[in-house]
């Protein structure tokens, strides 16, 4: 490698201005305040948009298993019993909550399910509504609503290049063996060099806790399927990725040599 890259001692740091208006996009209802509830707690006023938050054609004759497990029956309105559980848990954190039409994979065969192509053009029109500064996507991994969510966001980022965007890790999902380590990989081979960021933010468990436990409906299948408990109980940590060119000099990284 060459080039010095700057500081070392600089590197990893966050400038104060780049978090003026944070956007942190959200697969489904849970997802941000699982993966980055201190950072939104830590600064009021972010707004958390989920992109899988609009009403399907039609809901299934037998609710899915996720939906079972939560506690509804046939005949429902699980989107809007969670729409009112995302509302308590931005209240808790001091967010905005922000909700894009798209159905969650669950409730659409394969076909009519959206695609990054699909869901880029309203993703980035609700970030230029809301006047970002920086963008959280997910990091994508595991579940196929996550890889659109975050597919999308690397689409619109190729748009909006003036804005810091971060990747926040899956917490359902990071600790899936390979899976967080493939993800990262394919980030630098595509030359979006992620790098673990120092983002300013405050700990705050039992606030974050209140948060996701508004989900209400999700906590039986996240405990069952996540180990939510555990979870709670170790205090796994948030950890956010910078997506943004490395030193000049260091591009061979990309080819792992």
Same mark, same amino acid.
């Given at each position: 490698?060459?080039?010095?890259?700057?500081?070392?001692?600089?590197?990893?740091?966050?400038?104060?201005?780049?978090?003026?208006?944070?956007?942190?996009?959200?697969?489904?209802?849970?997802?941000?305040?699982?993966?980055?509830?201190?950072?939104?707690?830590?600064?009021?006023?972010?707004?958390?948009?989920?992109?899988?938050?609009?009403?399907?054609?039609?809901?299934?004759?037998?609710?899915?298993?996720?939906?079972?497990?939560?506690?509804?029956?046939?005949?429902?309105?699980?989107?809007?019993?969670?729409?009112?559980?995302?509302?308590?848990?931005?209240?808790?954190?001091?967010?905005?909550?922000?909700?894009?039409?798209?159905?969650?994979?669950?409730?659409?065969?394969?076909?009519?399910?959206?695609?990054?192509?699909?869901?880029?053009?309203?993703?980035?029109?609700?970030?230029?509504?809301?006047?970002?500064?920086?963008?959280?996507?997910?990091?994508?991994?595991?579940?196929?609503?996550?890889?659109?969510?975050?597919?999308?966001?690397?689409?619109?980022?190729?748009?909006?290049?003036?804005?810091?965007?971060?990747?926040?890790?899956?917490?359902?999902?990071?600790? %899936? =063996?390979? #899976?967080?380590?493939?993800? +990262?990989?394919?980030?630098? /081979? @595509?030359?979006?060099? &992620?790098?673990?960021?120092?983002?300013?933010?405050?700990?705050?468990?039992?606030?974050?806790?209140?948060?996701?436990?508004?989900?209400?409906?999700? %906590? =039986?299948? #996240?405990?069952?399927?996540? +180990?939510?408990?555990?979870? /709670? @109980?170790?205090?796994? &940590?948030?950890?956010?990725?910078?997506?943004?060119?490395?030193?000049?000099?260091?591009?061979?990284?990309?080819?792992?040599?």
């Amino acid at each position: 490698m060459t080039g010095d890259g700057g500081s070392q001692w600089n590197w990893g740091l966050v400038e104060p201005g780049e978090l003026a208006r944070i956007v942190v996009v959200s697969p489904h209802f849970d997802d941000a305040a699982m993966g980055a509830g201190h950072v939104i707690a830590s600064h009021p006023g972010t707004a958390v948009l989920t992109v899988f938050a609009g009403r399907p054609p039609a809901y299934p004759p037998v609710p899915s298993e996720w939906d079972a497990a939560g506690g509804f029956g046939p005949g429902d309105d699980v989107v809007a019993v969670r729409r009112q559980e995302d509302l308590h848990a931005m209240a808790v954190l001091g967010a905005e909550a922000v909700w894009l039409d798209f159905s969650d994979h669950q409730y659409l065969a394969p076909a009519d399910r959206p695609t990054p192509d699909d869901v880029a053009p309203a993703l980035e029109s609700a970030l230029r509504g809301a006047g970002a500064t920086a963008v959280f996507l997910p990091m994508g991994l595991g579940n196929p609503d996550h890889v659109v969510a975050h597919e999308a966001g690397l689409l619109v980022r190729e748009r909006m290049g003036d804005l810091a965007w971060f990747c926040y890790e899956d917490q359902g999902y990071k600790h %899936i =063996p390979g #899976l967080l380590a493939w993800r +990262v990989g394919t980030l630098l /081979r @595509a030359l979006r060099w &992620p790098t673990p960021a120092i983002v300013p933010h405050g700990v705050d468990e039992e606030r974050k806790w209140k948060a996701i436990y508004a989900y209400r409906s999700q %906590i =039986p299948p #996240l405990e069952h399927q996540h +180990v939510l408990r555990e979870r /709670r @109980a170790h205090h796994v &940590p948030e950890q956010f990725w910078r997506l943004a060119p490395p030193p000049p000099g260091w591009e061979r990284l990309a080819r792992f040599e």
